[in-house]
């Protein structure tokens, strides 16, 4: 079945920092979704990627679709504490997979 | 507006109890999807309803498990015989529509604890 994987499982960075995450599927993707779980809450949709090697911008966020459209990539410039949270990749195929997300925390 | 409701948001029961969660979805979302989150792990799937059937209920760990969505708006997740391993925060989450191109918007979750 379809396996959406991510790395790395935690990050801590400095504020002003950037951080990078990953999420690798092992199908190829009709599209793909990035939601924010801040610590308590409950997941939040970010962005949904739907074109091969798609790229959007979302301030200091930016979210790309490989060209094979079975990674995807989160990156934020310049981190600032209100970034903290766990960063969830989903892809959608016979049903949705979560990847395990990555925690980020951002020292202040 | 009102975004998705579940209820209770806490529920703690003894190992062999039935368990039922609800979930309130927006107004007006026809899909609706169920997801079991564990400490430290991303969202598990376990079903997703458009409207009133059950599209994909591949997720459903085993038959102790069942849900229903009568009337294609509120869902109830069923447990029955609950387990120690079922201990978790039941998500349910709402879109538009059942093409899975839609974002999906979060309720606050149940946390089940089972004894």
């Known amino acids: 079945g379809q396996q959406v994987m991510q790395i790395p499982q935690y990050q801590h960075v400095q504020e002003g920092e950037d951080f990078t995450t990953y999420c690798n599927s092992s199908?190829?993707?009709?599209?793909i979704q990035w939601y924010k779980q801040r610590p308590g809450g409950h997941p939040v949709f970010l962005i949904q990627?739907?074109?091969?090697?798609e790229v959007k911008k979302q301030k200091r966020l930016t979210f790309q679709f490989g060209e094979a459209k079975k990674n995807s990539s989160l990156h934020i410039t310049a981190t600032q504490t209100t970034d903290v949270g766990t960063y969830f990749c989903?892809?959608?195929?016979?049903?949705?997979?979560f990847g395990a997300g990555t925690r980020l925390t951002v020292k202040p | 507006g009102a975004g998705v409701s579940q209820t209770p948001s806490n529920k703690v029961t003894e190992k062999g109890k039935y368990v039922e969660l609800r979930c309130d979805p927006i107004?007006?979302?026809?899909?609706l999807y169920w997801y079991r989150q564990s400490l430290g792990q991303g969202p598990e799937f376990l079903i997703y309803f458009q409207g009133t059937g059950a599209a994909d209920d591949s997720g459903l760990p085993n038959d102790r498990f069942f849900a229903v969505r009568p009337e294609g708006s509120v869902s109830t997740l069923k447990i029955q015989r609950t387990e120690r391993g079922d201990s978790a925060v039941y998500l349910c989450a709402s879109s538009r529509s059942g093409s899975l191109l839609n974002e999906q918007f979060f309720g606050p979750g149940t946390r089940l604890t089972v004894l």
């Open positions: 199908t190829t993707l009709s599209n």
């Open positions: 990627l739907v074109k091969s090697g």
């Open positions: 989903a892809g959608p195929g016979d049903d949705m997979r």
């Open positions: 107004s007006g979302h026809t899909a």
